[in-house]
Nanobody
């Protein structure tokens, strides 16, 4: 069973920074961590940053402020978040894909709260 675990969330003041981390494990098959998403109450989960083929995609609302990175094994992924604003308050989730199983897996999320 694929396990995806996020960490690093917390409370930060506006203008501050946080780094989120994510790991994936639990199967003999190749797992690829493919992106960070976020969700606030009453809203759909939205892409923050992700990997598509050989490219990195960022949502317009984080361009220039957030940086996604991933190790070569694609089982550890980070999200460096700078210049945080209260609008960035959300639960942040990792998405992993296991191609051999045709399955996507989500972590339980890590909450980020930005105070004004």
């Amino acid at each position: 069973q694929v396990q995806v675990v996020e960490s690093g969330g917390g409370l930060v003041q506006a203008g501050g920074s946080l780094t989120l981390s994510c790991t994936a494990s639990g199967t003999i098959f190749t797992i690829n961590l493919i992106g960070w998403y976020r969700q606030t109450p009453g809203r759909q989960r939205e892409l923050v940053a992700g990997f598509t083929g050989g490219e990195i995609n960022y949502a317009d609302f984080v361009k220039g402020r957030f940086t996604i990175s991933r190790d070569r094994a694609k089982t550890t992924m980070s999200l460096q978040m700078n210049s945080l604003s209260p609008e960035d308050t959300a639960v942040y989730y990792c998405l992993a894909n296991t191609p051999a199983l045709g399955m996507d897996s989500w972590g339980k999320g890590t909450p980020v709260t930005v105070s004004s």
